[in-house]
């Protein structure tokens, strides 16, 4: 399974970014999605996850209300609207994939994009 990110950039403090995450293969519609994210020196944080159907998604507490996860399963795209852009927001954005979890652990998601950088500036 391959993952493709895009959509990162540089961007002013309070700007929108959209990032898209296009899956190869014919099964993306059985996959639940997350976007996590890394900054220098830090550990890779949950972002958003969304379930196969779309019909649910979950936000970790420091982007809730800001970012908004969807998909596309006719387009095996996930994509991940980032508003209301904060410096603290500036990391390496990665899509992620599983079969059956729903949740925040990285270690529980088996196929990783190769990460796009945001980069958010005051």
């Known amino acids: 399974v391959q993952l493709q990110a895009s959509g990162g950039g540089l961007v002013q403090a309070g700007g929108s970014l959209r990032l898209s995450c296009v899956v190869a293969?014919?099964?993306?519609?059985?996959?639940?999605m997350g976007w996590f994210r890394q900054a220098p020196g830090k550990e890779r944080e949950f972002v958003a996850a969304?379930?196969?159907?779309?019909?649910?998604?979950f936000y970790a507490n420091s982007v809730k209300g800001r970012f908004t996860i969807s998909r596309d399963n006719a387009r095996n795209t996930v994509y991940l609207r980032m508003n209301s852009l904060k410096p603290e927001d500036t990391a390496v954005y990665y899509c992620?994939?599983?079969?059956?979890?729903?949740?925040?652990?990285?270690?529980?998601?088996?196929?990783w994009g190769q990460g796009t950088q945001v980069t958010v500036s005051s």
């Open positions: 992620a994939a599983n079969f059956n979890y729903y949740g925040m652990d990285p270690a529980m998601y088996d196929y």
């Open positions: 293969g014919r099964t993306f519609s059985s996959y639940v």
């Open positions: 969304i379930t196969r159907s779309g019909s649910t998604t």
